[in-house]
T-cell receptor, first 114, second 119 residues
Framework: AQSVTQLDSQVPVFEEAPVELRCNYS??????LFWYVQYPNQGLQLLLK??????LVKSINGFEAEFNKSQTSFHLRKPSVHISDTAEYFC????????????FGSGTQLTVLP | GAVVSQHPSRVICKSGTSVKIECRSL??????MFWYRQFPKQSLMLMAT?????????EQGVEKDKFLINHASLTLSTLTVTSAHPEDSSFYIC???????????????FGPGTRLTVL
């Protein structure tokens, strides 16, 4: 079984400042890793994913995450946030080779302040 | 591509009534769909995995007779909350896999969710 820990439930940050949302996972097998974003009263949107290959993955809106196998982490970063980045962010893991079952972290509410 | 819709987006019902929520894959065929439940300010909890043409697989602690799942076609899965009570009030989200979509067979596409309020 897999588990995901998001240590920070809430992260307030000022506009244009950098941000890091932390995610650690536990698994006895190889995994795929995902970050999803959820805006109020909406479903989840995939932000980025790590399947294999380069450990640094990037999204089209400036977010990036690095898979660190030794530290079992997949932290999400953005060098300069915007007001529109305010949302709930979920880290998720699935067993490598299948997305049949996603295990989600508890989520991190990112609030960007003007 | 890979759009999943849910209907209704919001429903309010009286205690004791049944509510049906539809999940549709609009531009692909989904042999597997998933149903999640999300309480306020909490994460998504998988309720069940819906397989086209066969019985759904429920997670531990989820009542099969209360949350009826039907996956009658490759583009539609329904979740019926039977005899709903206030504690069933929640945000219900479905997702679907597109096994033939190149590069996305490992990905779940999520619907926009359904807000259920039971009075």
């Amino acid at each position: 079984a897999q588990s995901v820990t998001q240590l920070d439930s809430q992260v307030p940050v000022f506009e244009e400042a950098p941000v890091e949302l932390r995610c650690n996972y536990s698994s006895s097998v190889s995994v795929y890793l995902f970050w999803y974003v959820q805006y109020p009263n909406q479903g989840l949107q995939l932000l980025l994913k790590y399947l294999s290959g380069s450990t640094l993955v990037k999204s089209i809106n400036g977010f990036e995450a690095e898979f660190n196998k030794s530290q079992t982490s997949f932290h999400l970063r953005k060098p300069s946030v915007h007001i529109s980045d305010t949302a709930e962010y979920f880290c998720a893991v699935s067993r490598s080779g299948s997305a049949r079952q996603l295990t989600f972290g508890s989520g991190t509410q990112l609030t960007v302040l003007p | 591509g890979a759009v999943v819709s849910q209907h209704p987006s919001r429903v309010i019902c009286k205690s004791g009534t049944s509510v049906k929520i539809e999940c549709r894959s609009l531009d692909f065929q989904a042999t597997t769909m998933f149903w999640y439940r999300q309480f306020p300010k909490q994460s998504l909890m998988l309720m069940a995995t819906s397989n086209e043409g066969s019985k759904a697989t429920y997670e531990q602690g989820v009542e099969k007779d209360k949350f009826l799942i039907n996956h009658a076609s490759l583009t539609l899965s329904t979740l019926t909350v039977t005899s709903a009570h206030p504690e069933d009030s929640s945000f219900y989200i479905c997702s679907a896999r597109d096994p033939v979509r190149r590069g996305a067979d490992n990905e779940q596409f999520f619907g926009p969710g359904t807000r259920l309020t039971v009075l």
